[in-house]
Structure formats: C-alpha cells, structure tokens
C-alpha cells in the first residue's frame, strides 16, 4: 500500500517535471497531432517526437517542433497533449508515411451547422448514434468513410460525404457532411460556437432511434390484417436528425420541415426550431405530430414505433399469402365450372379464365384479357369468420381492367366455390358483408369434368345452383 503511494506520486512529480523538460528524454515513439493545439499553436498533422503517455491524467507528454516553440523565459520544449488528440504511430519514418496520407485532410475541420446533428458507430444513418452534436461545435475531419448516404424527402440521396470525425472531447464516429461546414485551421485558438448548453434528454434520444409509423400501421398489425399496398409505401414521420430536414409522408400528407434544433417544450414535448412543427410523447410508442396547414389550422397526427420493422412485416405478410395460394393451386390447378368456364392457376401467382361470357359486363367489364394475376390480400370481417363458411377472399387483376374482382372463396375434396364481393362491400383490404343477392360460382377440379362430343359432363350435379343476374 505505502508502495503505491509513491510509485503513484513520483509518477505525478515526474508528469510535471518533464513539461520543464527534465523526468526523461527516452523518446517513446513518434506521432501525429489529429487536433491543433493553443500554446504552442501546432497546426494539427504535425509529426511529434513523443516521450511519455500518462493514463492518470490522459495526456501525452511530446516535444515542440522548433519552428513551433514558444520563446519565454523557461525555454519550454515539450507539452502535454490529451489523448485522443495524438495518434501514436513508432518509427519517424512510419510516422512521415502516416503524415503523408493525412495530409488532404490535415487542416480540415467541420462545424455543424444543425444541433442534434448525430455522430454514428458506423457510415450508415441507421446505425447506432453515439454522440449529437451542439450548433456551431466543431469536429476534426480524420479520414472519408464509404457508406450509405441519408435519403432526402424526394426519396434521392443526399449529397455529401462520410467522415470518420474527432470531437474536441475526444469522442470519433462517422458524421454526414450534409449538414457540416468544412474549413481549415492551423492552429491556435479555434473559435466553437456552442449552442446554448441544454440537459441530457435521454427521451429524445430514444425517440430519434425509432422509426415513427402512421397509427393506421399499429391498427393494421393488432388486428392481424396487413396491406401490403400501405406497408410497401413505407409511411412514415421521420425527424430527420442527420439532415435537419423533418418530413412527414402519410397519404394526405408529404411535407418537408427544414429546422435548425430541436429544442425541449414541455414534458416530453419538442419544437422544430425554424419550423412550424412540433410533437410530444403521448407514450413510449406513440408520438403526437403538430404542424400548421397552409391555410392557418393547427393538424395533429399520430404514429407509432412498431415492434417490427416494416419491411419484415411486408415478409411476414407476402409469406402468408402465398400459402393461402398455393393451397388454391395444390387443389386445382385447373377448375371449371358448367356456365362459367374454365378458371386456371399457375405458380407463378397468374391466371386464366376462359368462358365467363355470364360475367361480362356485371363482374367483369369487356374490356377484360381473360388473364391477370392473383392477390391474396384480402381479409374477412369477424361476421363473416363467424359463419365458417369461407376459407378466405382473393382478388383478380385482370389486364385491361383499371380495379379488381373480389371474391370470397371455400374449397373442398371435388372443387373450389368462390362468391362475387361488390366493391361497396369492402373497406380497405377487409370483406365487411356478403352482397344481398349473392352471385355463387362452382367450380369442380379438372379432372373430374370430361368432354363428350364436345359437350361439358360432369360426375354430378353441381352442389349449389350457380345464380344468374
């Protein structure tokens, strides 16, 4: 223990006394100075001839190049620099080659221009943030960084670079220069324009980890009933952190926020400073969004941060429906029916319907190809799963035609019946009702229908009267 205490303290003499130049003149290595110092003003760049590194008190102790030194009354010709401000390379040599691959971007600094701008673990605007910088701070530029830029509100990607970037307290990730101002400096005092100094606000930081999807989403998942036309458009409200952009894109809405911070206003409340937008926490997962229409009226609406990522839930769904079809096409994949044709799958989600002159034009319009391809989107109401008397509802795109045919549909051993949906009876991707006068079709599988001079036979009498209009 007594030990310690002066191993300890003849450390901390011998720190201070090799300032004077004095505890040891042993060279450990050679190095790079990453930030440019005060006193001496050394342009960051600069090869240094280092001596000692102190992990109590996190600095280096190296030398002043000549041309650098300060002429004073000690004659002073080392100084400490913090850690994280050097880079220890080993040989002079090595250290020249160091020099020299730096040397684009030696005296380059950034200052952002957005407060909040993050600084990320990786060159990607999705990866974790590790650190949000205050208006006006300034960065060291350390080296390019090839990565996935930020995508504007256009849906192109931002113009700018990656950086691998140094903060003055010493903290490196990757930074967007979108919003960063690039300078030179080579030396001396280096003016940083803090924004004003605000409290940690650790609910910020999670909201800004989040992606903030329209509340129909939320609906849409607890019900169990996915779209996958809403899903693939990936609504969303999006802060905008790396750009200072905000932008809000639901179907009623696309709109860009350009701000300058985000600024704390209320419990967990926020304004976009130098736009008319505002939003608050009503919850962990929901977020209130406020910002004023074009004609003066304050619009409030609300998303929400999904367990699951959209794009997994667009998987999830697409797998679902292809297994609802490929149970219709294990079936078939040829049906036909006595009055209404001859209906075939393939498996690639296609179809052909011949002979369904009957249909023309209540159910499909003329204009209709006779082939298209096949969604197993929809969904049935909970009356309808009540009756137990559907397996599901598939739509037809068929080519030629602008919108759809619905239709609600059972199968069992013989064939496939499927029953026509009006449009009026849905709403979204949900069958609400039957039609009142129900149009059912039967269809039994290819092989039990034979041809018998060129006439249509079947084994049986088909098990429900197909109605006609």
């Known amino acids: 223990m007594r030990g310690n205490y002066w191993r300890t303290a003849f450390f901390l003499m011998c720190g201070l006394t090799v300032i004077l130049g004095s505890c040891t003149d042993k060279l450990l290595g050679w190095g790079i100075l990453l930030w440019a110092t005060e006193e001496p003003a050394v342009p960051s760049g600069t090869i240094l001839p ?11 102790i190296a030398g002043v190049p000549e041309a650098y030194r300060i002429t004073s ?25 160091r020099a020299e691959a730096f040397a684009s971007l030696a005296l380059v600094y950034g200052e952002t221009l957005q407060d909040g701008l993050p600084i990320r673990a990786e060159p990607d605007n999705t990866a974790r943030r590790t650190y949000r910088l205050k208006m006006g701070e300034a960065v060291k530029i350390l080296e390019e960084a090839p990565g996935n830029p930020p995508i504007s509100a256009s849906g192109e990607p931002l113009a700018g670079t990656w950086y691998k970037v140094l903060t003055e307290d010493g903290s490196t990730g990757y930074c967007f220069s979108y ?32 992606t903030w999807s329209p509340e129909s989403y939320g609906v849409m998942m607890n019900a169990g009933k996915l779209d996958l036309e809403e899903l693939s458009r ?11 952009i905000a932008h809000i894109f639901v179907p009623s809405v696309n709109r860009t926020f350009p701000y300058t911070a985000i600024r704390r206003d209320g419990t967990r409340a926020w304004r976009f400073e130098g736009a008319n937008l505002q ?38 769904e697409t797998a679902r429906q292809e297994e609802r079809f490929r149970r219709i096409y294990a079936l078939g994949p040829v049906f036909a029916s006595t009055n209404y044709g001859t209906l075939s799958f393939t498996r690639e989600g296609r179809f052909t319907w011949t002979g369904y002159d009957f249909l023309v034009p209540q159910v499909i319009p003329a204009a209709g190809m006779g082939n298209g391809t096949v969604s197993m989107g929809l969904f049935l109401s909970p009356e309808l799963m009540n009756m137990n008397r559907y397996d599901g509802a598939f739509s037809l795109y068929v080519e ?28 979204g991707v949900i069958v609400t009702r039957q039609a009142s006068s129900p149009l059912v079709i039967y269809f039994f599988k290819a092989e039990q229908v034979f ?19």
């Open 50 to 60: 280092v001596y000692v590194k102190s992990n109590i008190n996190r600095h280096w």
């Open 73 to 97: 009354e000690t004659g002073m010709d080392k100084f400490e620099i913090p850690l994280s401000k050097l880079e220890l390379v080993g040989s002079k040599n090595a250290a020249q080659k």
């Open 179 to 210: 919003r960063l101002r690039l300078f030179e400096h080579t030396g001396g005092p280096l003016t940083i324009a803090h924004a004003e100094e605000e409290q940690d606000d650790p609910d910020l930081d999670r909201l800004l980890t989040k």
């Open 234 to 244: 990936h609504w969303r409200f999006s802060p905008g952190q790396d750009t200072g």
């Open 279 to 316: 939003m608050r926490l009503r919850s962990d997962t929901v977020l209130e969004v406020q910002f004023t229409e074009n004609g003066g009226a304050l619009r409030t609406l609300l998303f929400v941060a999904l367990p699951s990522d959209v794009d997994d839930l667009i998987v999830q």
């Open 400 to 427: 030629g035609v602008i919108k759809p045919v619905h239709f609600l549909y059972t199968f069992d051993n013989q064939g496939l019946r499927i029953e026509y949906i009006p449009p009026a009876n849905l709403d």
């Open 451 to 469: 041809t018998f001079d060129r006439e249509p036979f079947t084994f049986d009498t088909e098990p429900e009267a197909e109605a006609d209009f």
